[in-house]
Nanobody, 124 residues
Framework: QVQLVESGGGLVQAGGSLRLSCAAS????????MGWFRQAPGKEREFVAAIGRSGGSTYNTPSVKGRFTISRDNAKNTVYLQMNSLKSEDTAVYYC?????????????????WGQGTQVTVSS
C-alpha cells in the first residue's frame, strides 16, 4: 500500500505560481510512475502531467505545456508540480497518483493509488 498526501494548494492571482507536493509513505516511490490529475467543478477528472520512475520521461497535457513542470525526488519520496503563469481555467482540485507499472500512463485508469487532493484556486 502507498499513502499519498498532496500539499501546496491555495489561492493565487492569475499569472502567479504555486508548487504542489505529493509525499508518499508505505512504499518507495521509485517503484511507481507518478501522475498529477485535476478536477474542476462540474467537469471530469483530467490528466495534467506524468513522470517515469527515474524521472527521465515526463508528459504534460497540451494546455499546461511551458507552464507546468513535474519532477520527483525519490530520496525524499516526493513528487512535485511546479505551476507558473497560472490561469483561471487552472482552478481545480489537484490529485497525485501512483502507477505500479513500467510504462508512463496519461489515463487515470492505470493508476493504483490516489491522494485526497489539494485545492488550487486562481483568481482573475
Amino acid at each position: 500500500q502507498v499513502q499519498l498526501v498532496e500539499s501546496g494548494g491555495g489561492l493565487v492571482q492569475a499569472g502567479g505560481s504555486l508548487r504542489l507536493s505529493c509525499a508518499a509513505s508505505g512504499r518507495s516511490l521509485s517503484s511507481f510512475g507518478m501522475g498529477w490529475f485535476r478536477q474542476a467543478p462540474g467537469k471530469e477528472r483530467e490528466f495534467v502531467a506524468a513522470i517515469g520512475r527515474s524521472g527521465g520521461s515526463t508528459y504534460n497535457t497540451p494546455s499546461v505545456k511551458g507552464r507546468f513542470t513535474i519532477s520527483r525526488d525519490n530520496a525524499k519520496n516526493t513528487v512535485y508540480l511546479q505551476m507558473n503563469s497560472l490561469k483561471s481555467e487552472d482552478t481545480a482540485v489537484y490529485y497525485c497518483a501512483a502507477d505500479d507499472s513500467r510504462v508512463v500512463h496519461t489515463s487515470g485508469v492505470w493508476y493504483d493509488y490516489w491522494g485526497q487532493g489539494t485545492q488550487v484556486t486562481v483568481s482573475s
